[in-house]
């Protein structure tokens, strides 16, 4: 049996635990019983993931005598909808959920997202748990709270701040996952580093290889840091009033991308944020805030471990600097019309701003898309 590690988010009556190991769907019931307010719950989960890892999670929710249903949704960012929702609610009702009932997030960030929203309106709330099962939600959407499905006008902008009762984090989950969706979860390990911790992007440039590779050890190192950095944001500025937005870093460039590419298998998001990262290190460049060897530094070690660093990575890609411009007015941090920007001083040295000129940045993203 392998160490298992726990990180708790701080947040008053609503504190809860991540734990991190190997093999935790295998102990999820024994974990869960003490928290269930009854001993039923609903498991939600995608085509992907239920030939994987429900049977293993049913099996130790029976052990602990803890009454538990399924659905199944399809995988993909597409399910993030109001049709999707409507669905999951419904089915929870004609199962007769009770306030009691906890709900299990059974798979990535798309299924803890719809699966947190759900819970947060259905009978006016009900527990959910998160169990993430790739690298992506271990470390950044199965942490912090934010639930919510996707707009026509962009990502995530339909849904509610509702935490979670419990986090179970299984380590083994990733070694069934594809390598490209495992980079995809890589690129937000990297993001805390350069946030506000060099030492830790300093530590990945070292590891981060190896730690691609498979190393046990290694992997289950990168996913508590990652918990403990967001943990201690989220338990600072639990509604994105200002600090959390720093978590942000990246993504509005890589949301407008995302839009671009209509959320489909071209460009998955952690391969989004890997882009977007350095188009904001650029455009800091660009203005004079950070050392071009710094944003250097960054593109190199996306290269290196496999992840694209500029749009014309992409296969498909026909974007401009002007519709992904577009798409960012739309984004969750517009503010009075003006966008908010996560930039950085240099590595580990991220900070907002909110007076970007929006010709630094369409000649920011014109030099980002030359060959």
């Not at 339909?158 to 990733?174: C, E, H, K």
């Not at 690129?187 to 350069?194: C, H, N, Q, R, T």
């Not at 460049?285 to 960054?298: I, T």
């Not at 890609?317 to 920007?341: A, C």
Request: hydrophobic share 45%.
């Amino acid at each position: 049996m392998s160490t298992m590690d726990r990180v708790r988010v701080e947040l008053g009556a609503r504190s809860y635990e991540i734990l991190v190991g190997s093999g935790l769907l295998q102990r999820a019931g024994e974990q869960l019983a003490p928290l269930l307010k009854q001993p039923r719950v609903v498991i939600v989960t995608d085509d992907n993931v239920a030939p994987l890892h429900l049977a293993t999670l049913e099996e130790s929710l029976s052990k602990a005598a803890i009454d538990h249903l399924h659905t199944i949704l399809p995988h993909g960012e597409h399910t993030k909808d109001f049709a999707h929702l409507e669905r999951l609610v419904e089915q929870f009702l004609e199962n007769k959920v009770e306030r009691g009932t906890t709900l299990i997030a059974l798979g990535g960030g798309v299924i803890g997202d719809i699966t947190g929203f759900a819970a947060s309106i259905v009978l006016r709330g009900v527990d959910f748990v998160q169990a993430p099962t790739t690298l992506l939600s271990q470390v950044d959407s199965s942490v912090g709270g934010k639930t919510g499905i996707n707009s026509p006008h962009g990502k995530n902008l339909i849904g509610s701040f509702y935490q979670p009762r419990m986090v179970l984090t299984d380590i083994a989950t990733l070694d069934t996952l594809p390598q490209r969706e495992f980079l995809a979860g890589y690129a937000e390990i990297v993001k805390y580093g350069l946030i506000n911790d060099p030492d830790f992007f300093s530590w990945l440039e070292q590891n981060g290889f190896a730690l691609c590779a498979g190393d046990q050890a290694l992997r289950q190192q990168a996913v508590v840091k990652a918990c403990q950095a967001k943990a201690a944001i989220v338990g600072a500025d639990e509604k994105e009033a200002g600090l959390r937005t720093l978590l942000n870093l990246g993504h509005t460039f890589a949301h407008a991308l995302e839009a671009e590419a209509g959320y489909g298998d071209a460009l998955i998001h952690g391969e989004a944020v890997a882009i977007g990262i350095r188009l904001a290190f650029d455009l800091s460049v660009r203005l004079k805030l950070c050392p071009a060897e710094d944003s250097d530094r960054v593109a190199h070690h996306f290269d290196a471990v496999g992840l694209p660093v500029k749009p014309g990575d992409i296969a498909g890609s026909h974007w401009t600097p002007q519709t992904l411009v577009g798409h960012m007015t739309h984004d969750k941090k517009v503010r009075d019309g003006k966008i908010t920007f996560v930039l950085a001083r240099g590595i580990g040295q991220a900070f907002l701003s909110a007076e970007v000129d929006m010709k630094e940045l369409e000649n920011s993203l014109r030099d980002a898309f030359s060959p």
